[in-house]
């Protein structure tokens, strides 16, 4: 027999040369740069969305705050050419309201006290400079002293902000109220030439919200309520950042302006012509990056129309 002989040869080893490691090594580093690139990329697109995203969530929440407290303008009681029921001036908006907790406010019917039928009756109040006294309704009443109150007389209307609420016994209350001429930008108080009519006088709590910028806090603050020593709105403060506010009034036919005046000669800026109010904002984000927008602070203008469903109705009532 014969044997098969196998013979094993053996292949000689051979590794990368330079060039394919030089090709593999520039290869890596493109590889790595733009996956560097695209990670520092998202992370930084990622912080400026965060900004971003700041931004739009509190002027988000500033906008429709102001919508719904809007809705509520002229809610039981229409506006006038000379009291609107929202209104602006300066940088501030008001908002008037009837308020229902749960019925509607109730009116309070003027009581002369005397007994006399004069009428109207002199100037200024019946109980003192600045007091009226009123009938209870059912032997109750609910004005407390801060609230804010309108003073119906005849087709005059004021605002009255009541100092104090005193109960007289029997039928009557009295309220006193603070001596100032004008509240929210609205007329208030009594003058000497606004005379009293014994059988159209009478008053009927209203709510009031407020909204107005602070451009020193850059801040954007709001009130329910009033300061009872000077009228002014107290509130809290309901968004930070906000550079920049601009509120006007809409109008009828596409008019606009800054404030309603019904004692000009322009009947376009009539306060029972008033449609909504329209707010533009430059709201800030709350802090800086280094790696968005170069450092520098991030902001976006916004603007907001609110029209209440109220005045609509007001307009297009037969």
Not at 162 to 180: Q, R, W
Request: hydrophobic letters at 40%; charged letters at 25%; glycine letters at 8%.
């Amino acid at each position: 027999m014969r044997a098969d002989h196998h013979q094993t040869f053996d292949r000689p080893r051979r590794g990368f040369t330079i060039v394919e490691l030089l090709v593999a090594l520039v290869m890596g580093v493109i590889i790595l740069s733009a996956a560097t690139k695209f990670a520092v990329s998202s992370w930084q697109g990622r912080r400026s969305w965060t900004l971003r995203e700041s931004v739009d969530r509190n002027a988000r929440f500033l906008g429709i705050a102001i919508a719904r407290d809007a809705a509520e303008a002229g809610v039981s009681i229409e506006s006038t050419p000379v009291f609107g029921t929202l209104g602006t001036f300066t940088d501030t908006i008001s908002i008037l309201s009837v308020p229902f907790e749960p019925n509607e406010a109730p009116v309070y019917r003027f009581d002369a006290m005397d007994g006399d039928t004069i009428n109207p009756l002199p100037p200024g109040g019946n109980c003192g400079a600045t007091c009226l006294s009123f009938l209870k309704d059912d032997g109750e009443f609910d004005l407390r002293a801060g609230d804010l109150a309108r003073l119906q007389i005849g087709g005059e209307r004021r605002l009255l902000l009541l100092t104090a609420v005193n109960d007289l016994g029997g039928a009557n209350f009295s309220v006193e109220f603070l001596p100032v001429t004008s509240l929210l930008g609205r007329p208030a108080g009594l003058d000497d030439s606004l005379p009293i009519d014994r059988f159209g006088t009478a008053i009927q709590k209203l709510r009031a919200v407020t909204y107005w910028h602070d451009p020193t806090a850059k801040a954007v603050f709001r009130s329910e309520r009033l300061d009872p020593t000077t009228g002014r709105p107290v509130g809290q403060q309901l968004a930070d950042g906000v550079e920049a506010w601009d509120a006007r009034l809409l109008f009828q036919d596409g008019f606009e302006a800054d404030r309603y005046d019904g004692m000009d000669t322009d009947s376009l800026n009539d306060a029972h012509r008033i449609l909504g109010v329209k707010v533009r904002a430059k709201v800030m984000a709350s802090r800086t990056d280094p790696a968005v927008n170069g450092g520098a602070p991030v902001y976006r203008w916004y603007e907001w129309r609110a029209a209440p469903r109220n005045l609509l109705y007001e307009k297009n009532r037969l």
